[in-house]
């Protein structure tokens, strides 16, 4: 059966300019998350779990290069949308939980104004009609506009980076020296020549569509007008229906009749403007949902006044505010103690059900990801070494890396000693050569130091990327600690039926 995407990351590539040089944080990575389902992305301290999740959010670090690749969102690729659209989606569709809930927090405003500030941003109902009638046209007309000065900016930025490179070259000679201002100008006016192309085609393509966004939002104020009117004139009718009835009233009715005029008043103002008083209705009933417990009183308080665990819920609910379609968490439990941290994956987990939310969740802990997850994918240095579902994952796993994750969880049940994983991971200004665990990893072979492994098929929804699953490779087996784990959890499921 055909999963339906909600989104989809192809070949992303991210690097960040530092004083040491370039760091290669993402290295070609994609993949794809189904609707309703719990994609977990697992990897040790640095391997680009975050500067994933935040290139997704569009809030990466101004250092970022995106070096290549999409992310694509209902027809968009979210590394090119516009910054309205961009705010739009990561404010209403993609909400994001970080691991300090303390951090997403303002320590000095009650919770209350937290949770409903964002809903209260956008009040005005006519206003929002207005920007939903016109959105699509509006949305297209400044993506032309992005996706042209994208072009151009990536174009210059090769340009300054060629220059760059010539500069940096170290005593050249005389003829080398005039050969290379020679390029660079012609660099330069190919440059130049460029962007007034770039600028002439799209500059058509956006007349066009500004024209037609001209038109919609024309018709869009008319819509508006019509809806203000026909709402007012219901009211005021309504209005001079309930005055005479509480004319003619006797004095035991006089009461429920006022009470039914005030009422009046209230409906009418929230069809114009989201109240305040409807807003905390909202934030209320949203605290409930995460499980705060007597949530008017906890409404007035500060962010001291709760626990960690309670603090992670808030931001649970400001993340829910905005009706989110795919939610991402950045190993939001990690600042959290065990029986705490249980009953946070409980609530995401019961939360992404009842919405029928589609889930990144990212961790460092295979443990957490047992929780979780419906796929998993292993990173490490920048790229993903393995992926599958998770029953693939824990009880196949081919990579010697996901091999060493798995004997590294602690095991309660069987006394058995953790084994950490050997060595430190790699220097990312200088990625290895071939597979970068294989300085860490007693399997690998000499082209692991050579050669990057591709992505080995091992079933139609599991991929790995090592040399052992080369059809030329010697038979190695799993280490004893993961096969005998695996063994022992299906023995215990095997009891269980
Ligand atoms: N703004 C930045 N400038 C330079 N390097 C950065 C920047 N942001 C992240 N990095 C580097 O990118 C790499 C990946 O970082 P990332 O935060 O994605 O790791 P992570 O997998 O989330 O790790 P952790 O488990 O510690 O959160 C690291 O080497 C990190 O130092
Ligand atoms: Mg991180």
Request: a neutral charge; one cysteine or more.
């Amino acid at each position: 059966m055909a999963q339906d995407k909600v989104l989809s990351v192809n070949h992303l590539a991210i690097n960040f300019k530092t004083d040491n040089g370039i760091l290669k944080a993402v290295r070609d990575i994609s993949f794809d998350l189904n609707r309703g389902e719990t994609l977990c992305i697992v990897g040790e301290s640095g391997s680009g779990k975050s500067v994933t999740s935040k290139a997704i959010m569009g809030i990466l670090a101004n250092n970022a290069i995106i070096e290549s690749g999409n992310i694509m969102y209902r027809g968009e690729n979210l590394l090119e949308v516009s910054e309205d659209e961009f705010y739009k989606i990561r404010g209403h569709k993609i909400g994001m939980i970080f691991q300090d809930p303390l951090s997403s927090l303002n320590p000095i405003v009650r919770i209350g104004k937290q949770i409903t500030e964002a809903m209260l941003i956008n009040s005005d109902k006519l206003k929002l009609m207005y920007q939903d009638l016109i959105s699509d046209d509006l949305i297209r007309y400044k993506n032309t506009l992005a996706k042209m000065n994208i072009e151009i900016a990536n174009e210059r930025q090769k340009l300054d980076t060629y220059i760059a490179e010539v500069k940096a070259k170290e005593n050249p000679g005389a003829e080398e020296k005039a050969a290379d201002k020679k390029a660079i100008q012609d660099k330069k006016a190919a440059f130049q020549e460029f962007e007034k192309k770039t600028r002439e085609s799209y500059g058509k393509k956006a007349k066009e569509l500004k024209a037609v966004l001209e038109e919609t939002e024309k018709k869009a104020r008319q819509q508006v007008k019509e809806y203000k009117e026909k709402v007012t004139a219901e009211h005021k009718a309504r209005l001079v229906e309930l005055e005479r009835k509480l004319e003619s009233a006797s004095a035991t009715e006089e009461d429920s009749v006022k009470k039914e005029i005030e009422n009046e008043k209230l409906d009418y103002i929230n069809k114009l403007k989201l109240t305040k008083a409807e807003a905390k209705r909202r934030a209320i009933e949203i605290m409930r949902e995460v499980g705060i417990p007597d949530p008017e009183r906890r409404f007035k308080q500060y962010p001291f006044e709760f626990s960690g665990g309670m603090r992670q819920r808030i931001v649970i609910a400001i993340a829910l505010t905005a009706s989110p379609e795919i939610l991402i968490c950045d190993e939001p439990t990690t600042a959290l103690d065990v029986t705490i941290q249980a009953q946070i994956l409980e609530l995401i987990n019961r939360i992404k059900a009842e919405r029928n939310l589609s889930c990144i969740f990212i961790t460092h802990d295979l443990g957490v990801v047992a929780n979780m997850a419906d796929r998993v994918a292993v990173m490490y240095a920048g790229k993903i070494v393995e992926y599958g579902t998770a029953e693939e994952i824990f009880y196949d796993p081919r990579h010697p890396y996901t091999w060493a994750l798995l004997s590294s969880i602690p095991d309660v049940d069987s006394k058995e000693k953790l084994e950490a994983i050997p060595g430190t991971p790699p220097n990312m200004i200088y990625p290895p050569k071939g597979d970068a665990f294989a300085a860490r990893s007693r399997y690998a072979m000499n082209i692991d130091y050579r050669e990057q492994p591709p992505m080995f098929k091992v079933s139609d929804t599991h991929y790995a990327a090592t040399w052992l699953l080369d059809p030329h490779a010697p038979k190695v087996e799993m280490p004893k600690i993961v096969s005998e784990r695996i063994r022992n959890s299906l023995e215990e499921g095997r009891g269980d039926e």
